[in-house]
């Protein structure tokens, strides 16, 4: 059986390239969970300027109404 050297080479190689991989998968992991706060304030903000303005439509009707 043979033993596996470990290439003093191939470590110093590859330790890099996993800090990169890693360093990368927690990058897109922190871009996505601010996207996603993001993405619910944005949602909200649209949700609230629509009601905002069904209410001023409805001033405006009510407004308009009454002058005639």
């Known amino acids: 059986m043979k033993?596996?050297?470990?290439?003093?080479n191939t470590e110093e190689n590859t330790k890099p390239l996993a800090?990169?991989?890693y360093n990368k998968a927690i990058r897109e992991e922190i871009?996505?969970?601010?996207?996603d706060r993001?993405?619910?304030r944005i949602e909200y903000l649209v949700g609230a300027n629509n009601e905002l303005m069904k209410e001023l439509e409805q001033y405006e009707r009510v407004s308009m109404q009454e002058r005639v």
Do not use: F, H, S, T
């Not at 033993?3 to 003093?8: D, E, P, S, W």
């Not at 871009?31 to 996207?35: D, T």
């Open 31 to 35: 871009e996505e969970r601010i996207k």
């Open 3 to 8: 033993k596996l050297r470990k290439n003093k």
């Open 19 to 21: 800090e990169l991989v």
């Open 38 to 40: 993001y993405l619910k």
